[in-house]
């Protein structure tokens, strides 16, 4: 083969939104190759207010999230579902201030998975999945640049049209049954 490989790559888009108004609060385009939990620094720098909540996946399960977030804001409640092969970082019998990702896990032995989801408010995180389907229904999947600098524009331009719908008004929707 001569030349430069032609396999494609992805970029994935991180996005943090406020779950009260839908509104997208910060944007990172980054390539595939960074992982979920390393965006959280550059995402938590374009939020100026304090974040009273972050619900995330279990990608973001790392110490340094916790750090940044806690950094950020101090009275985070942080909503990320630990591994399932997670073990305390901070065991409580330490005189130092129990650690909000050790409480969530007592919190999953003790009453499961399903239990904490349902009692911590995690749901919410559902909210940026919903971002991303009405993104890739009303804009597309893919991005028409090639460049990096370049489709960055290009997603921050369609964040901030998706917020001006928002703004206009989202839809009512309710459980039925």
Known sequence: MHGVSKRRTWHKLHVGANPDDGEIQA?????????????????????????????????YDKRK??????????????????????????????????????ENLRAIRKDGRKAWKDDSGYPVRSLAETIMFRLKTIFGDGLSTRLLATQTTQALIRCAALNKMTHLGMPQSYKVA
């Not at 595939?32 to 996946?57: H, K, P, Y």
């Open 27 to 59: 944007v990172l385009l980054t390539e595939n190759r960074v992982s979920d939990d390393q965006a959280v620094a550059e995402l938590l720098n374009q939020i100026e207010q304090t974040i009273l909540n972050f619900a995330a996946d279990g990608a």
């Open 65 to 102: 999230v916790y750090v940044g977030l806690n950094a950020h804001s101090p009275d985070v409640m942080i909503l990320i579902p630990p591994r399932k092969n997670a073990r305390i970082w901070k065991h409580g019998n330490s005189k130092a201030e129990r650690l909000k990702r050790d």
